[in-house]
T-cell receptor
Framework: GAVVSQHPSWVICKSGTSVKIECRSLDFQATTMFWYRQFPKQSLMLMATSNEGSKATYEQGVEKDKFLINHASLTLSTLTVTSAHPEDSSFYIC????????????FGPGTRLTVL | KNQVEQSPQSLIILEGKNCTLQCNYTVSPFSNLRWYKQDTGRGPVSLTIMTFSENTKSNGRYTATLDADTKQSSLHITASQLSDSASYICVVSAGGATNKLIFGTGTLLAVQP
């Protein structure tokens, strides 16, 4: 089946630094990818929709200048958490619907971010 | 407001027993309903996906039902195994060009020996 990978799987950083998370669709093309954040014991919350070749669409309350999204190709989207703070510590998950099966959606394994 | 509610919030069962998880939704327009299994610290994995016209769909020991009239769905797990311990999330696709997903809060299932 279709596979979505994320890198890194976990990262620990100091407060004030920036962290980049990659999301790749390994065996299919995705013009759209989604970024979610999940806090402990809560469900996934959509942060933004990443669109290949155009600007990302952010959900209400998500700071676009803090969470930079780049969808450089049909198989890669990146999320950069800029000037990270402890409250940004969370589990970040991406998902991608294949172009040929847009009703389906495959999730990455997630990235655990801990900001000290 | 588009919402997906799940019950129970958590559930403990003994290995080998069956269980049923519930999902109620108010999402419009409706495209499809999915059940995902999420292990701790991992991304969700799809179990079933049902469109408006489908009433039931099975995937091994998992059987999902959908009543589009009452906007309810259930996930039945048969002969539970320890590896079934996870969070089960009901997700409704609101359809349209954005393909946005509305997530339930999940049911945390613990299967004990």
């Amino acid at each position: 089946g279709a596979v979505v990978s994320q890198h890194p799987s976990w990262v620990i950083c100091k407060s004030g630094t920036s962290v980049k998370i990659e999301c790749r669709s390994l065996d299919f093309q995705a013009t759209t990818m989604f970024w979610y954040r999940q806090f402990p014991k809560q469900s996934l919350m959509l942060m933004a929709t990443s669109n290949e070749g155009s600007k990302a669409t952010y959900e209400q309350g998500v700071e676009k200048d803090k969470f930079l999204i780049n969808h450089a190709s049909l198989t890669l989207s990146t999320l950069t958490v800029t000037s990270a703070h402890p409250e940004d510590s969370s589990f970040y998950i991406c998902s991608a619907p294949p172009e040929i099966a847009y009703n389906e959606q495959f999730f990455g394994p997630g990235t655990r971010l801990t900001v000290l | 407001k588009n919402q997906v509610e799940q019950s129970p919030q958590s559930l403990i069962i003994l290995e080998g027993k069956n269980c049923t998880l519930q999902c109620n939704y108010t999402v419009s327009p409706f495209s499809n309903l999915r059940w995902y299994k999420q292990d701790t610290g991992r991304g969700p994995v799809s179990l079933t996906i049902m469109t408006f016209s489908e009433n039931t769909k099975s995937n091994g020991r998992y059987t999902a039902t959908l009543d589009a009239d009452t906007k309810q769905s259930s996930l039945h797990i048969t002969a539970s195994q320890l590896s079934d311990s996870a969070s089960y999330i009901c997700v409704v696709s609101a359809g349209g060009a954005t393909n946005k997903l509305i997530f339930g809060t999940g049911t945390l299932l613990a299967v004990q020996p």
